[in-house]
């Protein structure tokens, strides 16, 4: 059966070869299911995530590429356990956004697309402008205007259009989608190719860990395309018979803007009331992630869960791994607030193998991080 964009809530699918962002009245869609690789089919003369190009929805000769994936994986001692730290900012433009770009965007221009439009609080602005970039592709990014300069200079020196769009980063997401109307959507958080360059993550870990999984994954989580992309790359592994079993996935989500965790911790699919404001965590302040019963879809079927952390948890969480000599952004430092809660309460145990998903340099927040340390610049 010919893969295909799928609208998971009907059933409904649309042929492949024909460019869309989301299917009728504006619903989220995913491909159908991938049979996933075997080991013999990893590219290995590549290194960077196309190395496992036959795992992707499509073909393409001349993907955008400039050396994505293949990150560190760092074994570290948090909270009194052995973790390892899956280091994703050692990327082109220092996140894990890149791996969704790349792939996205190398697919959309074989589609014939030339001009993208994306929103972001930052990092998917900057990947997306960097990747629009390198492949000869215009890109018009919308971001709040809240959004750290560090960000959106990146995105300017690539020579995409920003557009500093006043409110909440809700506000950028449905300035984004009026003008989807023009201008073809690449968006991060709607693109289903976006989740097949971020699902590498998936085989990455299967490589790293010598063809096996860990027991348990803990991402920082906004909209979820890491649970999501871990969701379908294990999934493909385990229907490929590359694995025996799913490795459990837990999304931590600030207490601040937090509507995935407590939708989980509800027990429900649906949005439930939870407070949205400001936080530090600015990656993640994602308010009505479109795929909510997706994500949490795959957090409940791994056998993982959801973390909402305080803004006070993130900030310790931050300094611990900097004064270990790991300098993430404080989205990212989330991920280790949230293992100290798991350990705490028996969830995971310091036998068990876990990875921790660091999304972001902290290069990039320099002055929230400074403002965090009380200092001027």
Not at 77 to 90: M, S, Y
Not at 176 to 202: C, D, E, I, M, Q
Not at 255 to 275: E, K, N, Q, R, Y
Not at 299 to 304: D, I, N, Y
Request: net charge negative.
């Amino acid at each position: 059966m010919p893969i295909a964009y799928l609208d998971p809530h009907s059933g409904a699918t649309f042929p492949l070869d024909q460019p869309r962002w989301c299917g009728p009245g504006q619903t989220p869609l995913l491909l159908t299911p991938l049979p996933g690789i075997t080991r013999g089919r990893i590219d290995t003369t590549t290194r960077s995530l196309w190395r496992y190009r036959a795992a992707f929805p499509m073909q393409t000769d001349n993907p955008i590429t400039m050396g994505e994936g293949c990150t560190p994986l760092v074994p570290r001692r948090l909270h009194g356990a052995d973790v390892l730290l899956k280091c994703e900012w050692f990327m082109p433009t220092g996140s894990f956004k890149d791996r969704g770009a790349s792939v996205m965007l190398s697919l959309l221009r074989a589609q014939g697309i030339e001009h993208v439009l994306e929103d972001s609080s930052g990092n998917g602005g900057a990947a997306v402008s960097a990747y629009a970039a390198a492949g000869g592709m215009q890109a018009t990014i919308m971001a709040p205007e809240s959004t750290s300069p560090a960000k959106t200079v990146a995105m300017r020196a690539c020579g995409a259009t920003v557009e500093l769009i006043p409110g909440s980063r809700q506000a950028t997401s449905d300035a984004a989608v009026a003008r989807a109307a023009s201008v073809f959507y690449a968006s991060h958080n709607w693109h289903p190719f976006f989740l097949h360059g971020t699902k590498t993550l998936a085989y990455e870990l299967w490589e790293d860990l010598g063809f096996s999984v860990p027991d348990n994954i803990i991402t920082p989580c906004g909209a979820g395309s890491n649970v999501l992309g871990c969701g379908i790359g294990f999934d493909e592994l385990l229907r490929a018979g590359q694995i025996d079993r799913m490795p459990r996935i837990f999304a931590s989500q600030p207490a601040m803007c937090g509507p995935i965790a407590a939708s989980f911790l509800a027990g429900v699919d649906t949005p439930v009331d939870t407070p949205i404001a400001p936080t530090i965590a600015e990656g993640t302040a994602i308010a009505q992630p479109i795929r909510l019963r997706e994500v949490l879809g795959t957090l409940r079927s791994t056998g993982g869960g959801a973390v909402m952390v305080s803004e006070q948890e993130i900030t310790d969480a931050t300094f611990d791994l900097a004064r270990m000599g790991i300098y993430v952004e404080p989205t990212s430092a989330q991920a280790s607030a949230a293992l100290r809660q798991l350990l705490a309460a028996g969830t995971i145990t310091p036998d068990q193998t876990t990875v921790l998903v660091l999304t972001g340099s902290g290069l990039k927040s320099t002055p929230r991080i400074a403002e965090m340390m009380g200092i001027a610049l």
